[in-house]
Every structure is written in structure tokens, then in C-alpha cells.
């Protein structure tokens, strides 16, 4: 059971017996304006303070790096864990029309210390056939030694509030751990990239019957990518690209509906954060895209390396270059820019290169969901084109 989730507006598990009631496809709560929104911030338990948290401010986006990389994500294994720089918090919590009172921190009274901290930032998500103005909410933390004291409930509560007070009510978020009730179930595939540091570090095992030198061969790339025309994408590429992806995007179940703002804002590269490619032809027309996004993580416990460098598979559009191409030169950039492991979900087409490029799966699940808003049908996660940072 779910003490909080099942008192929230979202699918439930328990539904799924109830064959004599179709439910439709929509919000869940019935409809409310803003005035219906209360204005007071929830209590949190004695001794703890909510507090905004200015990412622009050094000594702020400083704090959050040092919770989040102490206690964000981990691996079912406890061997890694998420390290976020504060150069991707900056440019990820400040898409197009972000609110500063979306990134919410709560910090003990008497030391101002951060202790939990949420984001949302707004988006426009395509579920099925109705795109809606709602949030992506990300970064949900609370400090190790407050864990289980139900401090994420209130949290999210007041998030809630927060983007209820701006007329927007549904929300998209991505988790491991399953809540109710996820929409689509998505798994991390992994390509070494440097397979003898994975190897040493415990994130990938020598294949039974393989010596390091074969397996170094196997996963071995080009120095130099193939396609010609291949180059970063540049601010003159936006109108093309948005395009490019509001069409390639149609075509999935959930998607976002990028504006050419959010596109700039979210493919323009930015060193060490976000990474993305175009092929431009002779004619000066831009026909394909590819990017990844940079998450390291810790390595727990290694004496000898502190961080994984990952890639992790972005939006990325083949029309006129051959997928498996594209995705290749992709690696080979990823791979010349020092990256360990490449990453990617088995959502979009992904399927169609994820073997051929010698992805292997992982154990790692993504579960995908929606706030206040509930779908006929789950959805395949090659129904999916939606990545959440
Ligand atoms: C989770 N990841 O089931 P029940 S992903 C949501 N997302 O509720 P307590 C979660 N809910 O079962 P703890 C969750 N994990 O009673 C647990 N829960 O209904 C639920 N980990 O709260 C859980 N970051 O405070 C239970 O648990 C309730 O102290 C228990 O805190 C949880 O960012 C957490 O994995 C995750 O920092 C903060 O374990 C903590 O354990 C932690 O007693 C490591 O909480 C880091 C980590 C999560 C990454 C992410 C997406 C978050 C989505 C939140 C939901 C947003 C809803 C939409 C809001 C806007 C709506 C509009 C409009
Ligand atoms: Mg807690």
C-alpha cells in the first residue's frame, strides 16, 4: 500500500481489476482555478524551513550540488551515484519560462543547512492526443539522515501548490522505484566506451570466455565520425531542427512539443552539460540531429577512480543519415570527449541500434508517470519520446 500516493490524483493499481467502469482518458481531479489553490505553504515539522533556492547564486547552487551528490540516486547495488554538476543544474532548471519558486529547498532552522530539496520546471507534453501545459518535476532529495520520516509527501505537496498557483495542473516524472501508477516501463541499455575502466570499477564484467584485450577490441570506435556534414549544432540550426523533431516526435504516445526557445535552450551545447549535432547537406539544409546530455557519477568506494563519466542518449533525429550511423558517430563523439559508458532508454526507435551497436542491457528500470492525468492504455516504451533529465 501507498499511504500517500493513493490519497493523490494519479493511476491507481487497484483499478485495474474493475472491468464494469471504462475510465477516460484526462484529468483526474475535477477542474480548479487558482483561487481554489491554498495559499499558505504546508507545515513542515519543527526545525526545518522551506527555502527557494536561487541556482544563479554560487554559494546556493553550490549547496545543492554538495546534497545531491551525497545523497541523490544510487544504483540498486549502492556502487554509484548520480553527481550532477552545477553547471547542468543551472541550465536544466532554467528552460524557457522557469519559476524560481519551483526550485524549492528546505533547510534546518538553526544552521541553514539544506536538507531535501525539489524542481519543477514547466513543459508542454503531448499524452496521446492532447498536448498539456504542465510540469516536469525532477531532483526529488532528501538527506540520508532524514530518510523515511515521510518528508517527501510534504515535498511534493507543496510543489504541488507552488505550480498550482500558476493554473498548471498535471505534471511528468520519472522514477526507478515503482509508484502508482507508472505509464511506461523503459530500461537503461549501456555501450562501454572505455571498457577496461568499467571493468576495474565494477560497472561491467569480462564476458565469460573473453580476455580484456578482446573485449577491448570489440568495443573499439573510429576516431573520427563518418557522416559528412556532421558538426555542433549552432543557434541559426533552431527553426530547422525544431521541425525536424516536432516531426519526428508525432509519432510517439508522449512527447514534448518544443518551441523554438525551448530547442535553443536545450540543445544549444554547453560544455561538459548538454552535447548536440547536426548533419547540415550541400544544399545548407540541416536533415538529422543527434545529442546526449553529461551525468557523472560517483564511484562509491573506489580507491582508484572517483567518477564514472556518462553519456546519456538525448533527442536525436535520422532522416536523411541511416540511424545506425548517426547513433555511431554519436559514440564516437562521446567517446572522444572522454566519456566511460554511453546510456540510452529503449524508448523512441532505440530498439533499432541498441544490439547492432553493442548496447548491453542493463538492470536499471525507468518508470515513467503522469500527475492528475490518466491514459486509456500503458504504453510500450517504443510508444515513449520523452527523456527527462
Ligand atoms: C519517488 N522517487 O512511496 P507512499 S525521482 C515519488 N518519487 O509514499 P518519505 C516517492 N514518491 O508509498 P524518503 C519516491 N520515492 O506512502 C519514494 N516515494 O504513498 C514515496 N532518495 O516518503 C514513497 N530521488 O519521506 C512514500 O521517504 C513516500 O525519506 C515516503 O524520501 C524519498 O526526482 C526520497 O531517489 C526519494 O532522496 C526523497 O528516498 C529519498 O525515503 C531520496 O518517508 C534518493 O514517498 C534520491 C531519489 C528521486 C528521484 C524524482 C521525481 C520525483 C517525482 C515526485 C512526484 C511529483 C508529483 C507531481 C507534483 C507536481 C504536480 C503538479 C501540478
Ligand atoms: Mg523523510
Redesign the pocket.
Known amino acids: 500500500?501507498?499511504?500517500?500516493?493513493?490519497t493523490?490524483p494519479v493511476a491507481q493499481f487497484k483499478e485495474d481489476g474493475n472491468t464494469l467502469q471504462i475510465l477516460e482518458e484526462g484529468p483526474i481531479d475535477a477542474p480548479k482555478t487558482t483561487a481554489d489553490v491554498r495559499q499558505e505553504p504546508y507545515n513542515l515539522p519543527a526545525g526545518f524551513e522551506w527555502s527557494t533556492c536561487d541556482v544563479n547564486d554560487k554559494k546556493i547552487v553550490e549547496e545543492v550540488y554538495q546534497l545531491l551528490t551525497m545523497?541523490?540516486?544510487?544504483d540498486d547495488d549502492n556502487m554509484f551515484r548520480f553527481k550532477y554538476s552545477q553547471e547542468f543544474l543551472q541550465w536544466a532548471l532554467q528552460p524557457p519560462g522557469w519559476q524560481s519558486e519551483w526550485v524549492l529547498g528546505v533547510r534546518v532552522s538553526t544552521s541553514g543547512k539544506l536538507v531535501?530539496f525539489?524542481t519543477?520546471v514547466p513543459a508542454t507534453v503531448r499524452a496521446r492526443h492532447t498536448a498539456i501545459s504542465?510540469?516536469e518535476?525532477?531532483?526529488?532529495?532528501?538527506h540520508k539522515k532524514?530518510?523515511?520520516?515521510?518528508?517527501?509527501?510534504v515535498?511534493?505537496k507543496e510543489?504541488?501548490r507552488r505550480?498550482?498557483l500558476h493554473g498548471?495542473?498535471?505534471?511528468a516524472?520519472?522514477?526507478?522505484?515503482v509508484?502508482p501508477k507508472p505509464l511506461a516501463t523503459a530500461q537503461y541499455w549501456h555501450r562501454s566506451l572505455n571498457p577496461k575502466k568499467l571493468i576495474s570499477v565494477g560497472f561491467s564484467r569480462l564476458a565469460p570466455r573473453m580476455t580484456l584485450a578482446r573485449t577491448l577490441k570489440l568495443y573499439k570506435l573510429p576516431e573520427q565520425p563518418v557522416t559528412e556534414g556532421l558538426r555542433h549544432l549552432e543557434p541559426k540550426d533552431v527553426p530547422q531542427v525544431a521541425e525536424l523533431l516536432r516531426g519526428h516526435l508525432a509519432q510517439f504516445e508522449l512527447a514534448p512539443e518544443f518551441t523554438e526557445a525551448e530547442v535553443l535552450h536545450y540543445l544549444l551545447p554547453v560544455e561538459g552539460v548538454i552535447d548536440a549535432y547536426v548533419v547540415e547537406g550541400p544544399d545548407g539544409k540541416v536533415t538529422d540531429l543527434a545529442s546526449y546530455y553529461t551525468l557523472p557519477s560517483t564511484i562509491i568506494g573506489n580507491a582508484q577512480y572517483n567518477t564514472l563519466k556518462a553519456a546519456f542518449m538525448y533527442y536525436t533525429v535520422a532522416s536523411r543519415t541511416p540511424l545506425l550511423q548517426l547513433m555511431q558517430d554519436l559514440l564516437v563523439m562521446a567517446h572522444q570527449k572522454g566519456h566511460d559508458v554511453f546510456n540510452a532508454l529503449d524508448i523512441f526507435d532505440n530498439e533499432k541500434f541498441l544490439k547492432e551497436l553493442k548496447f548491453g542491457i542493463g538492470d536499471g528500470r525507468l518508470r515513467y508517470?503522469l500527475?492528475?492525468w490518466r491514459l486509456a492504455r500503458e504504453l510500450k516504451p517504443q510508444e515513449v519520446g520523452l527523456v527527462l533529465l
Open positions: 500500500t501507498y499511504a500517500f500516493w493513493e493523490q545523497n541523490y540516486v544510487e531535501a525539489i519543477g504542465m510540469v518535476i525532477n531532483f526529488l532529495c532528501v532524514l530518510r523515511q520520516k515521510r518528508l517527501a509527501p515535498l511534493i510543489i504541488t505550480v498550482n498548471i495542473w498535471q505534471a516524472y520519472t522514477a526507478g522505484v509508484l508517470y500527475y492528475n
